[in-house]
């Protein structure tokens, strides 16, 4: 079974300094049946203008991932982090019991461009906790594990039976993708065109795929950089 997202079906909020895409229901976009895929809950789609962004605010019992694509964006927290996070690296937060943050575009010329990714988390009044990290080498493959709940290869731990991965496909190459029982896989598009089956998805287009064992993803005529979430079964 597979549930296709197109980017133009995603919410959006807009105002003065952002410019948001929300594949799933977010703060004034609501949709009843896009309330998440299984244990993730929101990708965000952000644009912020140069000298803005979101000011201190709170959070609980969510993991937070953010990943930049262009641009730079500038962290600030209340267990007392501050850095910088730009493209290639991977952050993520525990909310847990409660944490405020803030995230700032600091360049007064350049936009900053990146996802934020929402994933519930397997229990709840965790300890809030940060980590930000650089993935480790492609090596020739096509992936990268961004994120694992205990892999010691992944960048960022998450406390829920969720993976995050990073692939990339040259154009003309196929790649394959095999489904463990009982699990299902988000794939969202961030740039190029990539095909499965004979769907074919550009930036910001998704799709869900549960009761499959395995996906072929071809990149036929340009090559795609996209995210693929593993997550264990729902509840």
Same mark, same amino acid.
């Given at each position: 079974?597979?549930?296709?997202?197109?980017?133009?079906?995603?919410?959006?909020? /807009?105002?003065?300094?952002?410019?948001?895409? =929300? +594949? @799933?229901? @977010?703060? +004034?976009?609501?949709?009843?049946?896009?309330?998440?895929?299984?244990?993730?809950?929101?990708? &965000?789609? #952000?644009?912020?203008?140069?000298?803005?962004?979101?000011?201190?605010?709170?959070?609980? &019992?969510?993991?937070?991932?953010?990943?930049?694509?262009?641009?730079?964006? !500038?962290?600030?927290?209340?267990?007392?982090?501050?850095?910088?996070?730009?493209?290639?690296?991977?952050?993520?937060?525990?909310?847990? $019991?409660?944490?405020?943050?803030?995230?700032? &575009?600091?360049?007064? $010329?350049?936009?900053? =461009?990146?996802?934020?990714?929402?994933? !519930?988390?397997?229990?709840?009044?965790?300890?809030?906790?940060?980590?930000?990290?650089?993935?480790? *080498?492609?090596?020739?493959?096509?992936? /990268?594990?961004?994120?694992?709940?205990?892999?010691?290869? +992944? *960048?960022?731990?998450?406390?829920?039976?969720?993976?995050?991965?990073?692939? /990339?496909?040259?154009?003309?190459?196929?790649?394959?993708?095999?489904?463990?029982?009982?699990?299902?896989?988000?794939?969202?598009?961030?740039?190029? $065109?990539?095909?499965?089956?004979?769907?074919?998805?550009?930036?910001? #287009? *998704?799709?869900?795929?549960? #009761?499959? !064992?395995?996906?072929?993803?071809?990149? !036929?005529? +340009?090559?795609? &950089?996209?995210?693929? @979430?593993?997550?264990?079964?729902?509840?």
């Amino acid at each position: 079974m597979i549930r296709l997202r197109p980017s133009q079906d995603r919410g959006q909020t /807009r105002i003065d300094w952002l410019d948001s895409k =929300h +594949t @799933f229901s @977010f703060g +004034t976009y609501f949709d009843p049946d896009q309330m998440g895929f299984r244990s993730l809950r929101v990708i &965000n789609d #952000d644009r912020i203008k140069p000298a803005a962004g979101f000011g201190m605010h709170g959070h609980k &019992n969510m993991e937070i991932i953010t990943l930049v694509l262009a641009g730079e964006l !500038e962290h600030a927290d209340s267990l007392g982090h501050g850095s910088v996070l730009r493209p290639g690296e991977v952050q993520a937060m525990s909310a847990g $019991t409660g944490i405020r943050h803030s995230e700032f &575009n600091p360049s007064p $010329t350049e936009p900053t =461009h990146f996802l934020q990714i929402w994933i !519930e988390p397997d229990r709840l009044g965790l300890a809030p906790a940060y980590q930000q990290a650089e993935p480790k *080498a492609w090596n020739g493959s096509p992936w /990268r594990l961004l994120a694992h709940p205990h892999d010691p290869k +992944t *960048a960022v731990s998450l406390a829920q039976d969720a993976e995050i991965w990073q692939g /990339r496909a040259v154009a003309g190459e196929r790649i394959e993708y095999a489904l463990r029982p009982g699990r299902g896989l988000w794939l969202h598009v961030v740039d190029g $065109t990539l095909k499965i089956g004979q769907t074919e998805l550009g930036p910001g #287009d *998704a799709v869900g795929i549960e #009761d499959e !064992e395995a996906v072929t993803l071809m990149a !036929e005529t +340009t090559p795609a &950089n996209f995210l693929l @979430f593993d997550l264990g079964p729902a509840g």
